[in-house]
C-alpha cells in the first residue's frame, strides 16, 4: 500500500507540519528520515499551537504512530524535553518509536559546530547550530554513534574513547576550547539510554511489514530541496537529503514503495542562513511579506529572509523529487498587492536561463527575471474552496502550477487545520 513522501520544495519553512498535519487522521505512520532538531515545524490545531523540532508532526494525531528513522539525527536532551513538553499538553507519546540505527548527536558535534562557524567569519553557512552537520560527517567517516551503540556499555566507552581522542585534540589545539571527559559524556548518555529504550525499534521492519499489510505510511521531510546536500546551494546547505529518494535511504524502504511525492511550496520564498537567493527583496517589501507572514525562525528566532515566488526553483523541486502534488502554502500572505512578480527565469553574466544554473557561481549571479500577475485585496483566510477564490488569486495559482510543472492539489489560506483547499486527496 501507499508510501508517500512530503518534501520542501525551497529552503524549507513552506509549512510541511501543517501539511502532515492535515493528513493526520488518514495516514497510520508518519516517519521523519532525515535532519534533526534543526527543523521547525510549526502545527496549530484550534487555539493551541506546537512547534516541534525532533518529533514527526503526526505525533499530535492520536491514531499515528510517529516514527524517527535510521536517517535522522538524534540529540537525546532535546528529544525527551519535547516529549515531556508535548505530555504536558496532553498529548500521548508513547506510541513513538526510534531507529536502533539512527545516529546521536553528542555534545562535541554541537561545540564543533558553534565553533567552526565562529571560525568561518563572513563565509558561515548560517547553521542552527544543533550539531547536525558534525554528527552526519561522523557518520559518514564511521566514527558516528548510533542509538543501539547506547546500551552496549563496552561498545559506547570505546567508540566515546576513539572519537574524543580525536575531537578533543581539535577543540582544544585548533579551537582553543576545553575538551570534554569521557566519563562524563559516558555517563550522560547511558543515563539516556534507558529512557530511551521502550522507543527503539527495527523501523524499516516495521514500515516495511505495515505496508505489506495495507498501511499508509507518510513521510514527513525536513528542510527542503535547495537545502539538500547534492541538490541544494552548496555549501550553504544542511547536512542530509531532504529530497524524495533520501526518504528511501533515511527510512529503510525501496523505491518502489513511494507512490506520490507531496512538494509544499510558498506563495512566496524565505530562506534562513547564508547563501544565493536570487529573488530576495531587501526593501520594505521584504519586510512587509516578513510582518504579513510572520517569517521568524521556529527553531532559532532569526528573521526570515523573505522573496517572490521563484519558478526556476518550484521547476527545479518537481524534476529532482518527482514531485506528483504540490501543496501551495500562505496563499493568504499575499492579499493586498496590485501586482505580484513572479520570477520566471534569470539574467547571468549576460545570460539568460530559464532553468538554475548549472553553477554556483552563475547562480551567485543570477538576477531574477519578473513576470507581473494580478493581485486581490481580498482576505481569502476565509475561504473553503477554490471558487471561492477571487478571480486573480485563481489565476495566480493556475500560472504558479503551469510553470512548476505539476498540479497544485491543495492550497494554504491560513494556520489553521481547516484553512486549507484540497482540490484532490493528499493521501
Ligand atoms: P515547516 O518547517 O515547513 O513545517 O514550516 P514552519 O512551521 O517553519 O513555517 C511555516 C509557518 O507558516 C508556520 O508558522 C505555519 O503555522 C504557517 N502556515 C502554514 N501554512 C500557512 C498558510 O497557508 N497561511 C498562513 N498564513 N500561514 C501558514
Ligand atoms: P524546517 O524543517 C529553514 C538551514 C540553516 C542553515 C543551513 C544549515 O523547519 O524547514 P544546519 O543547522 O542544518 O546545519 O544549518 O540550513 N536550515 C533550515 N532553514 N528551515 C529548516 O528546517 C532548516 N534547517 C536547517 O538555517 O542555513
Ligand atoms: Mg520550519
Redesign the pocket.
Known sequence: MPAITLV?AQ????G??KATDLVGNRVDYVVRYQ?GN????TVVIGDQKYALHLLPSGILSPDVVPVIANGVVIDPAVLFEELRGLRERGVSTERLLVSANAHMIMPYHRAL?KVTERFLGKGR??????G??PTYADKISRTGIRVQDMFDAKILRQKLELALHDKNQVLTKVFNRRGLDVEQVFDEYTGYAEELRPFVADTSLELNRALDAGKTVYLE????TL?DIDHGTYP????SSPTAGGACAGAGLGPTRITKVVGIVKAYTT?????PFPTELHDEWGDWLRQKGGEY????G?N?RCGWFDAPIARYSTRVNGITDFFLTKLDVLSGLERIPVCVGYQANGTRYDEIPMTQTEFHHAVPVYEYLDGWNEDISHARSFEELPKTAQAYVRTLEEMAGAPISAIGVGPGRDQTLELRSLV
Open positions: 520542501g529552503w524549507g519553512d513552506e510541511k507540519g535532519g534543526n527543523a521547525g515545524h559546530d553557512i548560517g547553521t542552527t547550530g544543533r547536525i552537520g521531510g525536513s528542510q527542503g537545502l550553504f546547505v544542511t547536512s530562506r534562513v542562513g547564508s547563501g525562525g521556529v527553531t532559532t532569526r526570515r
